[in-house]
């Protein structure tokens, strides 16, 4: 979702190391983003992660084909 969002709005950032310390609630978000309000409304709005957890991509992902005559 990032890499789609930031590839219209900010190109030259895609493909860099980011850090996720939490989320928003729609709501917040939305009232954040239409005012334009300060860095730290957003901080105060944040909900914390209760664990840190790191995803590693792993290879051989692939789709199996399918026999379309069963």
Known sequence: ???????????EIVGN??????TLERADWKRI???????QDTIEALHDFKEV?????????RREETDPST
Request: aromatic fraction near 12%.
């Open 33 to 39: 983003d239409q005012n334009k309000l300060p860095i």
């Open 1 to 11: 979702m990032l890499a789609r969002t930031f590839a219209v709005l900010n190109p």
């Open 53 to 61: 957890v790191t995803f590693e991509p792993m290879g051989g992902w």
């Open 17 to 22: 190391d980011y850090l996720v310390i939490g």
